[in-house]
């Protein structure tokens, strides 16, 4: 509007030089008109400098209006991560989360690509903006940087669990493998001892120090199968069921080497 108002100002300096023109023609007053042309020239300096600032403000205001829709938008796909994020950590599925997880990345990773473009284009806007504008545009970025580094420690702390989770359950499955074979193996060697009690006394002190020696080999399972089966475990059912399973079986041979 300003510069509308400078057109129609200038349409009647335009007007009042044209007569003045015709003026001078008839007075002939050479100094008169000289300085007139200085003048002409001036204003027309003037009117070129303030058509280049009216269109630099007029380019910065579309940056402006173009940031704030890109900001804004930035703020609503955090939120929308935020969401999905939520509802993995809800998944029972240790498989689906890991799917889930894997697919979420290619949104993690262009949203952090969007984040460093908009910290660019803020740069820029910056430099066209007054200081108390400049510092509103800033707070509003950091705040939106501080809310996503927030929420990708939270994802990135989320699956250093899994995986410790994983590596946990893969040693479990291979000690339990284990400890299987040494409980058939010291319950074959009590059934051997059943056999060598019926048929020879004699070997009773010898007997008895492989029982104890089997005794204290059970011992040494207890605690890993109280592990498995505390509230705190993070072994998944499967797992859990097997230590169950393990852990009748350790109490029986337990028993067994106790009673004899």
């Known amino acids: ?7 129609i100002q200038e349409a009647h300096r335009e007007q009042m030089k044209q007569r003045s023109d015709n003026l001078f023609k008839i007075l002939d007053d050479a100094p008169l008109q000289a300085n007139l042309d200085d003048l002409d020239q001036t204003f027309s300096t003037l009117k070129q400098q303030i058509q280049h600032r009216y269109e630099t403000l007029n380019r910065a205001g579309h940056h402006h209006a173009d940031y704030d829709l890109r900001l804004h938008s930035l703020f609503e796909t955090l939120s929308t991560l935020q969401t999905i994020f939520y509802h993995i950590r809800q998944q029972e599925n240790h498989s689906d989360v ?5 697919n979420f990345k290619t949104e993690r990773d262009d949203f ?15 430099s ?4 108390e504008g400049s510092e509103h545009l800033k707070l509003k970025l950091k705040q939106l940087q501080t809310k996503w580094r927030t929420l990708n420690n939270d994802i990135q702390s989320f699956e250093e669990k899994l995986a410790q989770q994983d590596e946990e359950q893969r040693l479990v499955l291979n000690e339990q493998t284990t400890i299987e074979q040494t409980l058939n193996n010291i319950q074959q060697q009590l059934q051997t ?5 019926l ?3 004699t070997t ?10 089997l005794t204290n080999t059970l011992t040494s399972v207890e605690k890993f199968h109280l592990h498995l089966l505390s509230p705190s475990s993070s072994t998944d059912t499967t797992v859990i069921e097997r230590a169950q399973h393990l852990s009748s079986f350790h109490e029986q041979l337990k028993t067994t080497t106790q009673v004899t």
Do not use: M
């Open 128 to 131: 066209e903006t007054s200081i």
């Open 204 to 213: 009773s002190d010898l007997v008895r120090q492989r029982l104890q020696h």
């Open 199 to 201: 048929h020879d006394y």
């Open 1 to 7: 509007e300003k510069l509308d108002d400078f057109a």
């Open 112 to 126: 952090e690509e969007e984040i460093r473009r908009i910290s660019y284009t803020n740069e820029q806007i910056v």
């Open 98 to 102: 890991l799917l889930q997880l894997k």
């Open 193 to 197: 001892f059943d056999q060598q009690f």
